[in-house]
Every structure is written in structure tokens, then in C-alpha cells.
């Protein structure tokens, strides 16, 4: 298909317009508009925020109380089977078999997802060793880690060569370093190997680090969206620390809210300046010049995805 201009038309990975899910109690998603394209995007929000509901509306398995919602062009109200042949889904919570062997639980749902036996075993074994089980595929899971339960229920989203895979919390219950080897298999699944990623969690500088954009949930609402760098870009500020005559810092303080800029001080002896436009880090040097200061240094502010939440308010979400 093509648009307008002769360019191809992309589809979204993910789109809803105005999804909602009511339970009795509580408005789980409340008219949710959100795009998600390719590459790897983080779903963030506190606990209860609606990041499961959405996953589930996604895959059809949940309805949803109004809005619409299409994954990889399919309307997950009535096409939940052709959106499953094409989505591998990690659920959050601990549902493997004790008494089954990731190797047998993978081919299994292989043959599930439609591969015949032989492929679904070749199949099963690449996931696993891509996973990093291809040592501990043959043993029962009962036995396994949290770590390594992690990795088989990872395994089984990607058997049938998905285009888009939902991972819901794949950190969740996992020690640092066992956290870092999962974030970068999230990572690689997204790099590598050219497969969307919709993937969730409470603590933000997860997301910052393997994601390419962040969707920020808020009570069911959407809190923003945006490309991951856009998160971590200039907030609009400058630190600028000085060194000179006794109050240097209050002296250019004063001086820069007489010419005009907004400032005020900021840690140690640093002043923050908003900048108004391209040439205010030339004002703010030109400033230090004429009151005879030393200009010690002078940097962009950067912002973290916590500081979404400061000012948005969802307060319990975690920084790591
Ligand atoms: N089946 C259900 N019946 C009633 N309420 C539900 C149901 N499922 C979820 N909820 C409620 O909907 C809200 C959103 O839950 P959801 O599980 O989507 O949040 P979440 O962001 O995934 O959080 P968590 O990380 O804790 O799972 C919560 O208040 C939850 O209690």
C-alpha cells in the first residue's frame, strides 16, 4: 500500500483509539489512545497502572469495555486467533508445568502454534539456547531458578517465530545480574532478531535502557509517549557552575534574571537557567565575561523517565 505521497504506508505494530476496560470496581484503562511501531518499546506504569489488562485486550483474550484496538493490522475484538499465530506473549506470573522439562513444554506449544513435530522440536532447541537453557532444557522446571523460569516462559513466546512478541514484567522476581542477562536478551530479541517488543515493568531504568520508545501509563490513562532519547534529553535547562569574587553564583543569578532568563540556584554552587532559545548558553557566557567570572563549566540538564513521574504524580512507580 502507499500513501499519498508514494511512500509506503506502515502499519502500526499496536494501535488503540479509545480503549477502555471497566471492572466493577476500578477503570483498569481509561480511553487509551497509544501507538506502538517496530523496535522495542517500554510499557511502564505502577502496579495496578493497566499495563496486564492492555496485554491481554492485545491478544484478544480479554474484552474490552469500549474503544477499539488493532495489533499488526488485526482487530483484536474479532480476529484474537490471527493476532495469536502472530504474537508470543510471556505472561507476568509463574505458569509453568513443575513437571515438565522446558525442552517438552516449548515443542509442545511449537506443534500448538502449527509447526510439525520435527520443526517444532529444531524450532524449541534454537529458542532455548537463544534463551541460554540449552544446558537445563531436558530437566523439569520445578527445579528451576526464577531466572531460568524467566528464560523458558521467554522461550515459548518465541517458538512460533512471532512478529511481535508482549513480554509482562520478564524482570519481575529476578536478582540484578539476572535482571541485566534478561534485559539484554530483550534487547537482542528487539536487535537481532527484527522482532517487535512490547515490553512492561514498575522500574524505569529498565526501560531506559533497552527500549527505543516509552509509554507511560498513569491509572489507565496515558501519561506520555515518546521516543526513549526524548526522555532523556535536555529538559530545557542549563547547570551552570562559576567561580570568581565571593557570590559569584548569586551575582550571575541576578544578573541572568535582570537579562531576562529564568534562574535559580541549583545543587552545590550551581545555577539552573531555562533556556529560552539557541542563543541563551551565549548570553549566559557572554554574562560570565562582563562580571568577571570564571566559567567552570556549563551543561545541559538531562532529564531521567522518573522525572515524568514527578511531574505526572504516579508516585509509587520505582526508579531503579
Ligand atoms: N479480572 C479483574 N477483575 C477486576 N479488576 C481487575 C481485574 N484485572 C485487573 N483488575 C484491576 O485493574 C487494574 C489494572 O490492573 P493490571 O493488572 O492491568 O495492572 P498492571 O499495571 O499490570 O499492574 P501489575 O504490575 O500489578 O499487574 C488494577 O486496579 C486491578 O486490580
Request: glycine share 10%; net charge negative; proline share 4%.
Amino acid at each position: 500500500m502507499e500513501g499519498a505521497e508514494g511512500a509506503p504506508v506502515v502499519t502500526p505494530v499496536i494501535e488503540t483509539t479509545g480503549l477502555t476496560k471497566a471492572y466493577p470496581r476500578v477503570t483498569a484503562l481509561d480511553h487509551l489512545d497509544v501507538t506502538v511501531g517496530a523496535g522495542v518499546t517500554g510499557l511502564v506504569g505502577a502496579n495496578g497502572a493497566g499495563k496486564s489488562t492492555l496485554i491481554k485486550i492485545l491478544l484478544g483474550l480479554v474484552p474490552a469495555t469500549s474503544g477499539s484496538a488493532r495489533v499488526l493490522g488485526h482487530d483484536v475484538a474479532t480476529e484474537g486467533t490471527a493476532i495469536r499465530s502472530l504474537v508470543g506473549y510471556m505472561p507476568e506470573h509463574d505458569c509453568l508445568p513443575s513437571d515438565v522439562s522446558a525442552s517438552d513444554l516449548v515443542v509442545h506449544l511449537g506443534q500448538m502454534s502449527g509447526l510439525p513435530y520435527a520443526a517444532a522440536r529444531e524450532r524449541a532447541s534454537d529458542v532455548l539456547r537463544h534463551v541460554g537453557l540449552a544446558e537445563e532444557r531436558y530437566r523439569v522446571m520445578g527445579g528451576y531458578s526464577t531466572g531460568m523460569k524467566q528464560r523458558a516462559k521467554l522461550a515459548q513466546a518465541l517458538v512460533h517465530d512471532p512478529r511481535l512478541v508482549l513480554l509482562d514484567e520478564p524482570t519481575n522476581g529476578l536478582d540484578p545480574s539476572s535482571r541485566d542477562d534478561m534485559l539484554s536478551l530483550v534487547r537482542k530479541i528487539g536487535e537481532e532478531f527484527g522482532i517487535a517488543v512490547l515490553v512492561t515493568s514498575h522500574l524505569l531504568g529498565e526501560l531506559e535502557r533497552v527500549s527505543d520508545h516509552v509509554v507511560v501509563l498513569d491509572s489507565g490513562r496515558l501519561l506520555r509517549s515518546s521516543a526513549t532519547s526524548d526522555f532523556l534529553h535536555a529538559t530545557g535547562s542549563l547547570l551552570v557552575e562559576v567561580q570568581g569574587p565571593h557570590d559569584a553564583d548569586r551575582l550571575l543569578g541576578q544578573a541572568l534574571v535582570d537579562a531576562g532568563l529564568t534562574a535559580r540556584p541549583a545543587e552545590g554552587s550551581m545555577i539552573e537557567v531555562e533556556v529560552r532559545d539557541d542563543h541563551t548558553a551565549d548570553l549566559v557566557r557572554d554574562l560570565t565575561v562582563d562580571l568577571g567570572l570564571g566559567l567552570v563549566r556549563m551543561q545541559e540538564r538531562h532529564h531521567r523517565i522518573e522525572d515524568v513521574f514527578r511531574e505526572g504524580g504516579a508516585g509509587s512507580v520505582q526508579p531503579v
